[in-house]
């Protein structure tokens, strides 16, 4: 169960940190207005997929624990 929250703060903590270097490139001007929202729904996207397949891991060995 830690490891799936470690592993989930692994992935929340990249994903602060690209939505850092996308907020830098816009504040910059080398990315527009659209791209940075496109760019931050897809980490959002991709972040709430990795955490659900984290998730099913889990759900997955605790049912193979109970299963033995």
Do not use: C, G, P, W
């Amino acid at each position: 169960n830690q490891t799936v929250e470690d592993k989930k703060n692994i992935v929340r903590n990249h994903r602060d940190d690209i939505r850092k270097k996308i907020k830098t490139q816009f504040d910059e001007k080398t990315m527009t207005e659209d791209d940075k929202y496109r760019v931050e729904k897809d980490i959002d996207t991709i972040s709430q997929k990795v955490s659900a397949q984290l998730l099913e891991i889990k759900e997955s060995k605790e049912k193979e624990i109970m299963e033995v």
